[in-house]
């Protein structure tokens, strides 16, 4: 729900490494990232072939779960964001890949003819974002001294398909360096390197009905903020939930550390007590009550979309002076 391109990610390529794995075989070389043929033969085309679906199944596998495990990303920013990082990503990963393996056979004589084929590069670029903002955390201990944290499998995942084949490595290194030139904005990716809103716009009339997926109705909301998430059983949407509220207990941390505990109540009044009648009694008065502050629909509509009323994402943007972090931390308090 909510993710329509890692959706789409996640069935096209599969579906199609799996029709040349058991039907198609004789097409296979046409996907193949054929680096010789790139460089000597000019075949640019096969940027495009070879660096989008994957020849082996295993790859195929490990990508696919790291696709569906990473489209928190395209919930939080939009798909066109997301988007836009997907390919600016996939563009940079290109060139260091051929970077990579001419610096290889400078130093090491090793000539590279082929990689592993596959949307690797930018599969691997999402892991910088993954770490520097998902929270981490702590599920279990093994054994009393490693922790088990909510990205615990999504590092086994990247593990495996690193181990996956012999030069994966270089996919997976061109993949990591763009993901940090891309989420630094260095040289400015940011502006050179993104989608069109023309081009958002037709594929969200187009591709977009396609791939989208019906918010569930046989789960109900319980209380207020609560999301849809909190009801699933899956264990991504719970991990959702749990970034969120580790982002609160860090603030807290934070603010201890500073000699002092944050005090939600303090800063905004409960919105689930806003329409009491003693509440209102107490409020400030007209002319204590500085002007509202003009809300971004863009982060009132980021807040419907985790489950919060629209009612609730004003006022809580407002009180926080729009900041996104804080209305969020503040509505899964209250």
Not at 98 to 120: C, H
Not at 271 to 299: C, F, G, I, K, M
Request: charged share 15%.
């Amino acid at each position: 729900d909510k993710a329509p391109l890692s959706k789409s990610l996640l069935i096209v390529p599969s579906a199609i490494s799996i029709l040349l794995t058991l039907l198609f075989q004789h097409y296979q070389k046409f996907f193949a990232y054929n680096l010789q043929a790139i460089k000597e033969d000019f075949q640019i085309w096969r940027l495009i072939c070879g660096r989008t679906i994957c020849l082996d199944l295993k790859d195929t596998f490990c990508s696919s779960l790291l696709i569906y495990n990473f489209r928190i990303f395209e919930r939080r920013y939009g798909s066109r964001k997301f988007s836009s990082f997907l390919l600016g990503a996939w563009m940079l990963s290109a060139l260091f890949d051929l970077l990579l393996v001419e610096i290889t056979q400078y130093i090491f004589g090793i000539t590279i003819n082929s990689l592993p084929s596959g949307f690797l590069g930018p599969v691997f670029a999402l892991f910088v974002p993954f770490y520097s903002s998902i929270p981490r955390v702590q599920v279990t201990q093994v054994l009393g001294h490693f922790s088990i944290t909510n990205k615990t499998l999504v590092y086994i995942l990247g593990l495996q398909l690193l181990t996956s084949g012999s030069y994966i490595w270089i996919l997976a290194l061109s993949g990591l360096v763009s993901g940090i030139c891309y989420n630094s904005n260095v040289l400015k990716v940011h502006q050179i390197l993104c989608v069109p809103s023309w081009v958002a716009k037709i594929f969200s009339y187009t591709l977009e009905p396609i791939f989208s997926s019906a918010e569930p109705t046989n789960e109900v909301r319980v209380g207020m903020g609560a999301t849809v998430d909190i009801q699933r059983q899956q264990r991504m949407e719970l991990l959702d939930r749990q970034i969120m509220m580790s982002q609160v207990a860090q603030m807290r941390r934070q603010r201890q550390q500073q000699g002092g505990m944050i005090n939600w109540n303090r800063l905004f009044p409960p919105l689930r007590h806003r329409h009491n009648a003693n509440y209102q009694d107490h409020r400030p008065s007209e002319q204590d009550t500085p002007p509202p502050t003009e809300v971004s629909e863009e982060q009132v509509a980021r807040l419907m979309e985790m489950g919060f009323s629209r009612g609730d994402a004003l006022e809580a943007l407002r009180a926080s002076n729009n900041d996104l972090n804080v209305a969020t931390n503040f509505l899964l308090q209250h």
